[in-house]
């Protein structure tokens, strides 16, 4: 069977606004615009451009409610660098059970949906890769 994903779909009071912070987060370019709905896609000619896929932001009329169940999980090279940074951009820490001694950092975007920020990989797991 052929199947890939093409997308994953955020909805957001404010689509806009949800999809600056996640182009200024991952350096993705948008490449499809409207009132109701924004797409964002990796850099043209990266090794991601048309393998991973895309980040859809969908207007709807009410806010988020719970704990998402689905979320993205990011692995920079530096976690703490990271973290600061996507705190910068409008993501705050969020606890979701997660407990004091586990490797990630768990967040919210500007709307509030959980995002991980993994810890950087060690050279031996990048050489597995």
């Not at 586990?102 to 597995?128: H, T």
Request: net charge negative; charged share 30%.
């Amino acid at each position: 069977m052929a199947l890939r994903i093409q997308c994953i779909c955020i909805d957001s009071t404010d689509p806009a606004r949800l999809a600056a912070f996640w182009q200024s987060a991952l350096g993705w370019r948008r490449t499809y615009e409207r009132d109701h709905e924004v797409v964002l896609e990796p850099p043209a000619g990266s090794a991601a451009d048309g393998v991973s896929p895309d980040l859809l932001f969908l207007r709807v009329p009410e806010t988020k409610a719970g704990k998402n169940r689905l979320h993205l999980e990011l692995r920079p090279a530096d976690q703490a660098a990271e973290v600061a940074r996507l705190e910068e951009l409008g993501a705050r820490r969020v606890d979701v059970g997660q407990g004091d001694d586990v490797s990630w950092v768990v967040m919210g975007d500007p709307d509030g949906n959980e995002f991980c920020v993994l810890r950087a990989l060690r050279p031996d797991e990048l050489a597995e890769g």
